[in-house]
């Protein structure tokens, strides 16, 4: 069972910067894909960004180009840079990660945009 645990969230001005981590249990280099999710109190979960395997990088048409998904192999982490954050932005966020048949999920952290 693979654990994963986010960090880096909080409060943050409108048009300030985070960095959110997610450390593994175990290597996340055999997933097939790994990334991030968002929710929004009183919505639905949605995807915000992952990377695959291959290194192909998705986002979410809402956060292109101010957030960035990256992974550090060695150290078992991926990582979400954010910028240009808005109110909008606040939610939970959770990353997650995927083999074909099987998804593990962080615990989420909080990210409030507010001034």
């Known amino acids: 069972q693979v654990q994963l645990v986010e960090s880096g969230g909080g409060l943050v001005q409108p048009g300030g910067s985070l960095r959110l981590s997610c450390a593994a249990s175990?290597?996340?280099?055999?997933?097939?894909?790994v990334g991030w999710y968002r929710q929004i109190l009183g919505n639905e979960r949605e995807f915000v960004a992952m990377?695959?395997?291959?290194?192909?990088?998705a986002y979410a048409d809402f956060v292109k180009g101010r957030f960035a998904i990256s992974r550090d192999n060695a150290n078992n982490t991926m990582y979400l840079q954010m910028n240009s954050l808005q109110p909008d932005d606040t939610a939970v966020y959770y990353c997650r990660a995927r083999n074909p048949g099987q998804e593990y999920w962080g615990q989420g952290t909080q990210v409030t945009v507010s001034s």
């Open positions: 175990e290597s996340i280099v055999g997933f097939y894909t």
């Open positions: 990377i695959a395997q291959t290194d192909h990088t």
